[in-house]
């Protein structure tokens, strides 16, 4: 089998003062990703409820003239590209803006201001409002790859809510495209590039060959795009889409349809468990090859007990070792209903 599923299992042992103080083996499980060979942890899952936050009090507070997003200000408060990029200074399409990032984390970095509206729930995102942005970010990313010719890399990225990192409540996405990879971009197109070396495949195809075959970690299908759980997750769930495009001018608006179709069927999921926020990264080569396909993550984010902290800590930033509640295969099993047909 080209694709291969490594796990280890330790145990620690203790006596539990939950179980009369039985003697107990508790088991953590370290997976390898099967493109990198990054690992991550399976922990315990206590079984707490998450508690999604409320933020409609601080959406009133922040609103209006105090955001730049809402429909008062956005085309005084953001600022415009050069004409000979964008003939005026700005996209749109529907309620979506697309403007330059004052602060850019890229060489080229534009905002997608998704809605009018300031604080959109998981529940009040429409497919229309959710496309529209994408397609509106994609018209941007064709716009950079023809001025400039060294954009190798390209990304979509979604904060949602402050739990994600997110810092304006306004729902936006960031459009991110560079000579210059990101970790992530370079480790996996990296691999993906020696597995179609030495097996002649490429690795999502083959991924997605594999997850079906098992019927563990295959969620569904959405028209264009497959979705599956991470094998070693990222997060407390990892779910990767694949689109059937593998590079930028692959890419049409049928597939941002899907997309806002699937997430809206993730959102619903996330609803269900008391998640609130998430990430979302969705990763473009430029120049079409056989090796790499477009594709997305997307890891719910939350806060933990009544100190609301955060889910994230020294494993992950320090270890680079992500750390996960949920069994994956579990997850895949709920979220799976949500794709029923």
């Known amino acids: 089998m080209t694709i291969q599923f490594i796990a280890h299992e330790e145990f620690f042992t203790f006596h539990d003062p939950m179980q009369d103080r039985k003697l107990i083996d508790r088991k953590t499980e370290i997976r390898k990703d099967p493109l990198t060979g990054e690992t991550s942890r399976i922990i315990f899952d206590p079984g707490a409820p998450f508690v999604p936050t409320d933020y409609t009090e601080l959406a009133k507070e922040t609103a209006g003239s105090k955001c730049p997003f809402c429909p008062e200000n956005v085309q005084s408060f953001t600022p ?20 330059p990032n004052l602060f850019p984390y890229s060489k080229h970095n534009a905002v997608v201001r998704m809605s009018d509206q300031h604080y959109v729930k998981l529940k009040e995102f429409t497919t229309t409002m959710i496309a529209d942005a994408f397609i509106a970010a994609h018209a941007y990313l064709k716009k950079v790859t023809i001025q400039d010719s060294k954009t190798t890399y390209a990304s979509i990225n979604w904060n949602y809510l402050p739990p994600s990192g997110g810092s304006i409540l306004h729902p936006h996405i960031h459009v991110l495209a560079s000579e210059q990879p990101t970790n992530y971009q370079a480790t996996t197109s990296k691999a993906a590039q020696q597995f179609h070396e030495n097996h002649e495949q490429n690795f999502h195809a083959a991924l997605l060959q594999h997850e079906r075959e098992l019927a563990e970690r295959f969620i569904g299908t959405e028209q264009s795009i497959d979705w599956l759980h991470a094998f070693a997750p990222k997060s407390h769930a990892d779910f990767i889409g694949v689109l059937n495009a593998s590079s930028l001018d692959d890419l049409h608006d049928a597939h941002w349809k899907d997309l806002a179709t699937s997430l809206s069927r993730f959102f619903r999921y996330f609803e269900s468990i008391g998640i609130a926020s998430f990430n979302l990264g969705l990763f473009i080569p430029i120049s079409p090859n056989k090796a790499e396909r477009v594709h997305v993550r997307l890891v719910p984010r939350l806060t933990i007990g009544g100190l609301q902290t955060s889910d994230m800590n020294v494993f992950n930033f320090l270890h680079s070792e992500p750390l996960c509640l949920k069994v994956p295969e579990q997850t895949t099993q709920e979220v799976a209903k949500h794709f029923a047909k």
């Open 80 to 99: 415009t590209f050069p004409d000979n990029l964008v003939e005026g200074g700005r996209l749109t399409k529907g309620e979506a803006v697309v403007f």
